[in-house]
C-alpha cells in the first residue's frame, strides 16, 4: 500500500493529464505510464503512511529517456504527460505522513460521456424506452414500493452498474462518490432521494441525447460518398476508353449490386463475432482495392473482379456503421442519430462529380482511380486511429436485480449473479448459436418488421424505376425537357442539397412522431410526386415536385432502419439489417429493369404512373397495418385495466 496508489486514485486516470515537460528530468513518461498502468489495476487506496517520497520517485527514474507516449487504448482516452510536479510532490508528501488524499471537487455526469450513458441504459435493461419499461426498471429497484429510490437502492443500482462495466474501485468510500455524482444528475429537488417523477425525466433525457461518436461516422461517410461521387463521371470514360459496349457497362453495375447483396450475410456475421471496427476499417481497404484496381484494368474480366471487390467493401462498411450507430443509439434518438450519416454520403456523392471531373482533366482516368484508392488507404488509417469498439463486450444481466434488505450491508453479495446464456455450462441448447435462417424466421415472425420489409422493398423498387432510371431519361429527352448534362445534373444536385439539409429536421420528426408515420408520410408523398412529374412541364412546376421529391427520400433515408432495429431483438439486428439491405437490393435491381421495360413498351408516363401505384398501395396498406396494431394495443390496455379493477 504505497502512497503511490492513494496519488494515483486522486488523480482520477481517465480525467487527468500529466506532460513531461513540467517533470523533473530523469523521469522517463513510458515508465511512468507503466506504473500507473499498474497501479490501475492494483489496490488502489487513499490513506499511505509508508515510502518516502525518494522511492516514489525512483518508480519513475531511467537513463537516457525523454520521450513522452500515451497511455493503451483500453483507457479509451489518452493520457499524456502534465501536469505540476510540485502538486504531485505535495501529494506525495502529505500521504507519506498518513494524510487521507481526498477525492476532487468535480462530481462527474453520470451517464453523460460517451458509452457511460448506454451502459447504463444495459444496467436497467432498457430498450425500447417505453413508459412501461422505465417504470418496470423503476420498481426493480424500489423494493419498499414507495415510489422513491432512496439511498440503500440507489447504491444497489450503482454496485450492479460497477460489476458489470466498471473497473474502477468498487469499495465504499468510492462507491458513496458515484453515488453522489448520481444523486447530482437525477436529485432534481436535491432532496437526496429519486422520485419516480424524477427518474423517467433524467432517464427520457439522457436517451434522447446523440452520442458524439456519430460524428466520426459521418466523417467518414462524408470522404466515402465523395469518393464515389468522384468516380461516377469517370467510369464512363474508361469504359469508353476501353471500348467496351453498354451491355458491359450494364454488367459491370449488376456484378457490383449482386455482389453486394450476398456479401450481406457473412458481413452480418462478422459484425457480430468480431465487432464493428474492423468492419468500418478493413471495409474501406477493400473497397480502396477495388476503385484502385480499377485504374490499373485493362480487360473486362479485370474490370468484373475489381467491381466484385468494391461490392464486398460497400457491404462491409454499410454493415459496420449501421450496427455502429445500432450500439450508440436508442429508440429515443435513433433516427437523428442516423441522420448525420446519411447526410454526410449524401453530401459527399453530390459534390464529389465535380471534383471527379476535375481530376480527371488533370490526372487522366487512371490516375483518378488511383488517387481515390489512396483516399481510402488513409480513411483505413483514421478510422483505426480514431474509432473505439461500439459491440457490448459483457452482456447485461439476464435477471431482474433484486435490492438487497437495507439492514444487510454487504449488498454486493445479495445482487443477482450475472447470467450469460452463451456461457451457461448447464444449457447446451442455449450456448448453440442461431443459424441464418433461424434468426431470418424469428425477424420474419415479427410483424412490424414484416410490414417494414415490404414497404422497403418497394420503396427501393420505386426509387431505382423513377430516380435512378426514368427522371434523367425525361429530363435529357426532346419530348421532355431536353436539358444538357451539364443542366441535369445541376437538377440532381440540388436534390442531394435538399437531401442534407433535410435530414436532420426529418429525422427529429421521426423521433418525435414515430418512424413508422413518417414511412408512411413520406412513400405516399414521393408517390404523388411520381405521379405528378409528367405533368410538370415548366421549370417552377418541375422544381416544386422534385423539392418534395427530395424532402421525402430525405425523411426515408433513415425511418425505416430505425424502425427495424427499434423492433429487433439485439442479437439479431445485424441479421435484420442484412435483411433489410437485401430486400432493398432486390427491388432496386428488379425495380430498374421493370421500370425500363413498361417505359419501352408505353412510354416512360406509364412508368412514372406504375411506380406511384405501387409506393401510394403500399404506404396504404402500411399505414392499415399500423392503425389495426394500434386499435388492438388499445384493445389489450382497456383489457387490462378492466381486470385490475
Sequence with gaps: MTPLTAALHYLRIEHSEIHSDDMSPGYCPHEFADVMQKARYGDLVRNASDTSLGSVKSSFRTDGCSSSRHLPGWLGIKIGVRSSQNRFNGMIRYAGRGGSIAQPSRVRNFGGSAGEASRLFETLQLTTFTDEEIKKAFDSYDTN????????????????????????????????????????????????????????????????????????IA??????????????????????????????????????????????????????????????????????????????????????????ISGIGVAMLTTGAGMYISDISTPLNRARTMAPMTAGFAGGTAVGPAIGGAMANSLGVQ???????????L??????????????????????????????????????????????????????????????????????????????????????????????????SSSGHSMSVGEMGMVFACMSVVNVLGAQPMAMLSDRVGKGVVM????????????????????????????????????????????????????????????????GDIGMLVGAAATGLVADVSGIDHAFQMNAALLLATSGWFGAKKLHRKKQDVQKAIISLLKSV
Excluded at 468498487?170 to 429519486?194: I, W, Y
Excluded at 465523395?226 to 469517370?234: D, E, K, N, Y
Excluded at 446464456?421 to 415479427?446: A, C, D, F, Y
Design 145 to 216: 414500493g414507495d415510489g422513491i429510490l432512496q439511498r440503500e437502492e440507489l447504491m444497489a443500482l450503482l454496485r450492479r452498474y460497477v460489476k458489470l462495466y466498471s473497473d474502477e474501485p468498487s469499495d465504499e468510500k468510492a462507491m458513496e462518490a458515484r453515488l453522489q455524482e448520481l444523486l447530482t444528475q437525477f436529485d432534481a429537488n436535491k432532496d437526496g432521494e429519486v422520485c419516480w417523477t424524477e427518474f423517467h425525466a433524467k432517464i427520457v433525457e439522457l436517451g434522447q441525447r446523440v452520442d458524439p461518436r456519430v460524428y466520426n
Design 379 to 476: 480513411l483505413v488509417l483514421a478510422n483505426k486511429l480514431l474509432l473505439k469498439e461500439t459491440m457490448p463486450t459483457k452482456p447485461p444481466a439476464s435477471v431482474q436485480p433484486i435490492v438487497p434488505p437495507t439492514h444487510d450491508t454487504t449488498m454486493e453479495r445479495q445482487v443477482p449473479p450475472m447470467v450469460c446464456p452463451n456461457t451457461n455450462p448447464g444449457s447446451s441448447k442455449m450456448r448453440k448459436e442461431l443459424t441464418v435462417v433461424q434468426q431470418w424466421t424469428k425477424i420474419m415472425e415479427i410483424p412490424k418488421l414484416r410490414s417494414a420489409f415490404g414497404l422497403h422493398t418497394a420503396y427501393w423498387f420505386s426509387f431505382a424505376g423513377s430516380q435512378m432510371t426514368l427522371l434523367p431519361m425525361m429530363l435529357v
Design 520 to 583: 408512411v408520410g413520406g412513400c405516399a408523398s414521393l408517390g404523388t410526386c411520381m405521379a405528378l412529374i409528367p405533368m410538370a412541364h415548366t421549370t417552377p412546376q418541375l422544381a416544386a415536385v422534385l423539392g418534395v421529391w427530395a424532402m421525402s427520400v430525405a425523411g426515408l433515408s433513415t425511418a425505416p432502419t430505425a424502425r427495424v432495429v427499434d423492433n429487433t431483438p439485439p442479437k439479431m439486428r445485424a441479421q435484420a439489417l442484412a435483411l433489410q439491405r437485401i430486400m
Design 367 to 377: 490516375g483518378t482511380f488511383l488517387s481515390v484508392g489512396g483516399v481510402y488507404a
Design 219 to 308: 466523417g467518414c461517410m462524408v470522404m466515402t460518398g465523395t469518393s464515389i461521387g468522384v468516380i461516377t463521371p469517370v467510369l464512363p470514360l474508361l469504359i469508353r476508353d476501353m471500348g467496351l459496349s453498354t451491355g458491359q457497362f450494364g454488367l459491370l453495375t449488376s456484378v457490383f449490386s449482386l455482389v453486394k447483396l450476398l456479401a450481406n450475410v457473412p458481413c452480418a456475421h462478422f459484425c457480430d463475432r468480431y465487432g464493428r471496427k474492423p468492419l468500418l476499417t478493413y471495409g474501406l481497404g477493400v473497397l480502396g482495392m477495388g476503385v484502385g484496381g480499377i485504374g490499373l484494368a485493362s480487360s473486362l474480366e479485370e474490370l468484373l473482379v475489381c467491381r466484385a
